[in-house]
């Protein structure tokens, strides 16, 4: 399973942006998909997950509200839109995927993506 980040950036706090991530290979295993992030001295930790189907999603206490994660299985591609964002939000975003329906809060699952950077200023 190969996964692909787009769409970080820079933005002014209290903007928004959206972020993609396109899954290939074998993807008819994969049952949830996630968001985690990474800042310098912290573990990665989980932003948002989605189950297939969309049926059920995990937030962090701290994006929820702000953050929805979406997801369109037919097309094999999941989304972050985040709202109303916060210099703290700043990170490198890596999509993750795995087999199972168990959201681990650090380090992610099966597979990672290369990530995307977003930078929110002040």
């Known amino acids: 399973v190969q996964l692909v980040e787009s769409g970080g950036g820079l933005v002014q706090a209290g903007g928004s942006l959206r972020l993609s991530c396109a899954a290939s290979?074998?993807?008819?295993?994969?049952?949830?998909m996630g968001w985690y992030r990474h800042t310098p001295g912290k573990q990665r930790e989980l932003v948002a997950a989605?189950?297939?189907?969309?049926?059920?999603?995990k937030y962090a206490d701290s994006v929820k509200g702000r953050f929805t994660i979406s997801r369109h299985s037919a097309k094999n591609t999941m989304y972050l839109q985040m709202n109303s964002l916060k210099p703290e939000d700043t990170a490198v975003y890596y999509c993750?995927?795995?087999?199972?329906?168990?959201?681990?809060?650090?380090?992610?699952?099966?597979?990672w993506g290369k990530g995307t950077l977003v930078t929110v200023s002040s």
């Open positions: 993750s995927a795995g087999h199972s329906d168990y959201v681990p809060d650090y380090n992610g699952m099966d597979y």
């Open positions: 989605i189950t297939k189907g969309g049926g059920s999603t």
């Open positions: 290979g074998s993807t008819f295993s994969i049952l949830t």
